[in-house]
Structures are given as structure tokens and as C-alpha cells.
């Protein structure tokens, strides 16, 4: 099994930055794609950004050019990188990772295996 933590959300004024982490433990030896997902109160879960074991990128029309993903293998980690936050940023976070190794912008939600438990951000004057 694996477990997905994530850490770094908060309370941050529109225009500011603020960098999320998702570390994996466990049985994290063959996890492929990962990514980032949001849900705002009221709306349906989105997905952000992802990103495949190779490092091949996706990411949002709403955040593209705002957002960069990465991630650390060898850490078992994968980061998001968010800048010039918006209100509608607002959201819980979630980091999902899968088995399989696929290219993140043909992968839908029901393809991640784990999920975390979320973390909140907030982006408020």
C-alpha cells in the first residue's frame, strides 16, 4: 500500500506564492503518474496538474503558466509550485498517484490508486 501525505497549503494573499509537497511512503516502487487535484465548496474535484514518471507535464487551463509541478523520485515526492494566486485558487489540495505510467493529460481521476488526505489553501486579502 501506499500513503500520500501532502503539507505546505495556507492562508496567502492574492498575488502571493505558496508551495505544496506530496510525499509517498510505503510500497512506492513502481508509482507512476501523479498529479494534483483541487475541490473548491460546491464544485467538483478538478484536476490541477500532473505529472508522468518521466516528467512529462500537464496542467489546467486556469493555472497554466501559474502553477509548476515537479517531482523528486528519489524522495518519492511531488511538489507544486503556485504563483500569482487568485481567489479562485481557493481550494482543498489533493495529491493522487497511480500504478500506471501514463502521460498525465490522457489520465482521468478513476486511474489513481492512492489519494492524500488534502490540504487546505486559502488565498484572501
Known amino acids: 500500500q501506499v500513503q500520500l501525505v501532502e503539507s505546505g497549503g495556507g492562508l496567502v494573499q492574492p498575488g502571493g506564492s505558496l508551495r505544496l509537497a506530496c510525499a509517498a511512503s510505503g510500497i512506492t516502487y513502481s508509482l507512476g503518474v501523479m498529479a494534483w487535484y483541487r475541490q473548491a465548496p460546491g464544485k467538483q474535484r478538478e484536476m490541477v496538474a500532473g505529472?508522468?514518471?518521466?516528467?512529462?507535464?500537464s496542467y489546467a487551463d486556469s493555472v497554466e503558466g501559474r502553477f509548476t509541478i515537479s517531482r523528486d523520485n528519489s524522495k518519492n515526492t511531488i511538489y507544486l509550485q503556485m504563483d500569482s494566486l487568485k481567489p479562485e485558487d481557493t481550494a482543498v489540495y489533493y495529491c493522487?498517484?497511480?500504478?500506471?505510467?501514463?502521460?498525465?493529460?490522457?489520465?482521468?481521476?478513476?486511474?489513481?490508486?492512492?489519494w492524500g488526505q488534502g490540504t487546505q489553501v486559502t488565498v484572501s486579502s
Open positions: 493522487a498517484a497511480s500504478h500506471q505510467r501514463l502521460a498525465p493529460s490522457r489520465s482521468r481521476a478513476s486511474v489513481y490508486d492512492y
Open positions: 505529472i508522468g514518471s518521466g516528467g512529462l507535464t
